[in-house]
């Protein structure tokens, strides 16, 4: 399933060291967004092209929100969004959907932040 597996851009030796936008143990963030909604989310893109629109718009404002900030779109600076959006979104009281729920605006957009840190897929 493309977003259960761990992400391959970053080498093993890198794990908890500090980059830009915090540790590389932020990965359990991704993981843990990833175990509880956003892999049946982006299964959901095979069966509903609307979904796939959706969530390319998410990635266009994604690109947007962190190149506005100076920074360039790269796994630090993703992980850093997808930490604090999550973090914002539970202090509005948002909960993780659980599949044939409704896709709101904050499931979208981390869904959309998992897929930019899934590795590109070989030919």
């Given at each position: ?83 604090g959006f999550w973090d914002g979104a539970q202090e ?32």
């Amino acid at each position: 399933m493309i977003c259960m597996q761990l992400p391959v851009w970053l080498p093993a030796d890198w794990y908890g060291k500090t980059l830009p936008g915090g540790t590389v143990t932020d990965l359990a963030w991704v993981i843990r967004i990833r175990d509880d909604f956003a892999h049946w989310v982006l299964d959901l893109r095979h069966e509903h092209p609307a979904v796939v629109a959706l969530l390319d718009q998410h990635v266009a404002a994604v690109r947007h929100a962190i190149r506005s900030l100076g920074e360039q779109v790269n796994p630090a600076a993703l992980l850093g969004y997808l930490i604090g959006f999550w973090d914002g979104a539970q202090e509005k009281g948002w909960r993780a959907p659980e599949p044939g729920q409704a896709l709101d605006f904050a499931t979208l957009r981390m869904t959309a932040v998992c897929l930019m840190l899934d590795p590109a897929p070989v030919s």
